[in-house]
């Protein structure tokens, strides 16, 4: 059974409670390249999955020194909320979208005007920095200012602790309260919408799990297939800009 476009539309409008969960994918068509897709940052230089793990950020100076430099550089922020960003604040806007868990730092959710209080941003943000010894946050852009004005591994001015883009390192703890937050919406739901992620990343890649356990219908819109392709009441394996303004009434 292969439920089409207009099915599972009806799907979502029928739903008491619908939680989203985004991943890379989703911003794609906003020119922010995702790590595991055929154009994906890892893909193309596996070495790169250093920078955003957490001993080698707190241990190689050299290496935190290429992170501040690409985070100048960062594509989120130049970027525009693409089709897939403006149909799920379109499908709030219905009043069809509860919990958007997403596990994307760039900010581009908010921007396309999906409200704070539903969102779940587990993988925190690029747009706030954090200390790594006394937990100050600020905003990411007056740490950049630092670095354009020639520090190249800004430090905390509060303890002179290591700075760090908000966002989790591998080899780091999700902040619990958004895990919990995004577990509960999990098991709250009767329709789980996973869209533009590979469903490899643990534990956000535990919540379809949670879902369909709770009895809840998966529904997957991915490029490629996905570890729960097979326990989905329906798999799109194609573009979001085309299928999600679809199932949301845009298009
Ligand atoms: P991933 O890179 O593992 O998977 C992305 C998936 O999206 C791939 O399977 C790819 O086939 C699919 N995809 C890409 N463009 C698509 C499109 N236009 N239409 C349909 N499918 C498309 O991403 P993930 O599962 O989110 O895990 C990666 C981790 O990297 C996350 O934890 C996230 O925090 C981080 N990340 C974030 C960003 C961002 O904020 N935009 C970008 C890269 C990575």
């Given at each position: 059974m292969h439920p089409d476009i207009a099915e599972v539309a009806g799907w979502l409008d029928a739903a008491r409670r619908v939680t989203v969960l985004t991943g890379a994918g989703i911003s794609t068509d906003s020119g922010i390249p995702d790590f595991r897709g055929p154009q994906g940052v890892w893909t193309k230089d596996p070495k790169a999955e250093r920078l955003a793990t957490l001993q080698a950020y707190m241990s190689d100076a050299g290496l935190r020194r290429d992170a501040w430099r690409l985070r100048l550089e960062h594509p989120a922020w130049t970027a525009e909320p693409g089709p897939g960003h403006r149909a799920l604040a379109?499908?709030?806007?219905?009043?069809?979208?509860?919990?958007?868990?997403?596990?994307?730092?760039?900010?581009?959710?908010?921007?396309?005007?999906?409200?704070?209080?539903?969102?779940?941003?587990?993988?925190?943000?690029?747009?706030?920095?954090?200390?790594?010894?006394?937990?100050?946050?600020?905003?990411?852009?007056?740490?950049?200012?630092?670095?354009?004005?020639?520090?190249?591994?800004?430090?905390?001015?509060?303890?002179?602790?290591?700075?760090?883009?908000?966002?989790?390192?591998?080899?780091?703890?999700?902040?619990?309260?958004?895990?919990?937050?995004?577990?509960?919406?999990?098991?709250?739901?009767?329709?789980?919408?996973?869209?533009?992620?590979?469903?490899?990343?643990?534990?956000?890649?535990?919540?379809?799990?949670?879902?369909?356990?709770?009895?809840?219908?998966?529904?997957?819109?991915?490029?490629?297939p996905t570890p729960y392709d097979s326990q989905a009441d329906a798999a799109f394996h194609a573009p979001i800009a085309e299928v999600l303004p679809a199932l949301v009434g845009l298009s």
């Open positions: 379109a499908l709030e806007a219905k009043e069809r979208l509860h919990h958007l868990i997403t596990q994307n730092i760039d900010g581009l959710h908010q921007k396309a005007g999906t409200s704070p209080e539903i969102l779940i941003e587990i993988h925190g943000t690029i747009r706030e920095v954090v200390c790594m010894s006394c937990g100050e946050r600020a905003a990411m852009e007056k740490a950049l200012e630092r670095v354009r004005a020639g520090e190249d591994d800004p430090a905390c001015r509060s303890c002179g602790g290591i700075l760090k883009s908000a966002t989790i390192s591998f080899g780091q703890n999700l902040v619990p309260e958004d895990l919990e937050r995004a577990s509960r919406a999990s098991e709250g739901c009767d329709l789980f919408l996973a869209i533009g992620s590979s469903l490899v990343v643990y534990p956000v890649a535990y919540l379809p799990k949670i879902a369909l356990g709770a009895g809840a219908r998966l529904v997957i819109v991915n490029a490629e």
